[in-house]
């Protein structure tokens, strides 16, 4: 599970993007939001890290109903 940064404004480079916003990504993660979206059950196997960003991801998954949910893993970070 990884986040994406999308540029907030298009048609410029990402050196001239004025500012981002985070969008929980991964091809993994996706799939299991997506699942359970349409009725299924689903897991989500994989390693978070200790910081803001992991919690934040593991927030998404629960709200979005994954049945499985890694809790952040110190010493690591995203």
Known sequence: MLIDF????SGV????????LKAPGGTPAIV??????LG??????GKLGDDEFGHMLAGILRIRGS????EPEPPWRS
């Open 6 to 9: 999308v540029p907030t404004e």
């Open 13 to 20: 480079s990402l050196a001239e993007a004025p500012g981002f």
């Open 32 to 37: 299991a939001i997506a699942v359970s979206r």
């Open 40 to 45: 299924g059950r689903s897991a989500f196997v």
């Open 67 to 70: 049945t499985s949910i890694p």
